[in-house]
């Protein structure tokens, strides 16, 4: 099974807390022999699956939205991206140079391209500028790919 990961950044602690705990159980209802998990590896809800993709046994394959994406994440994040796509055993790349909002929705579309499934770290709220969570999901669904609501009851961005 292919399950791609999308999701808000920036959450509070308590709130990232809540995220890690839905993301942990939702991995553990695949079999980690069959897992993909498919990540672009931002900071958050992107690295958070990854992680546990790889704790449960299942195998991580990456999507780098441009030449410069790194580049581009928070600087105290790097070392976690630098860990993590070290353990892919698949990297995909859009062929684009600048880190913008355009390259990291064409990344997601790669991402949604590539799995069965979408889980999507996501308050139900419009995206803050193109290419956010909301235009994720409404990529996916738009293609008829599956998506799964990841949400802590009661939680804001804010």
């Known amino acids: 099974m292919r399950v791609g990961i999308t999701g808000h950044r920036g959450l509070s602690a308590k ?12 991995v553990r209802g695949y079999d980690p022999a069959e897992l993909v998990g498919v990540s ?10 990854a992680e546990v993709v790889v704790a449960h046994g299942g195998r991580l394959e990456v999507v780098v939205p441009a030449a410069e994406y790194r580049e581009g994440l928070p600087e105290w994040h790097r070392s976690v991206y630098d860990e993590l796509i070290g353990m ?11 880190s913008d909002s ?10 949604v391209g ?3 499934e979408l889980l999507a770290v996501w308050d139900g709220k419009a995206a803050r500028g193109y290419g ?27």
């Open 15 to 26: 709130v990232e807390r809540q995220v890690r705990a839905m993301l942990d159980e939702a």
């Open 40 to 49: 672009c590896l931002a900071d958050g809800p992107d690295a958070w699956f």
């Open 88 to 98: 892919a055993v698949d990297v995909h790349e859009t062929g684009l140079t600048g």
């Open 102 to 111: 355009a390259a990291h929705m064409a990344g997601s579309e790669v991402l």
């Open 114 to 116: 590539l799995v069965g």
């Open 132 to 158: 956010g969570t909301a235009d994720v999901v409404a990529y996916a669904e738009r293609t008829g790919k599956p998506v799964r609501v990841l949400w802590p009851q009661g939680a804001t961005r804010d």
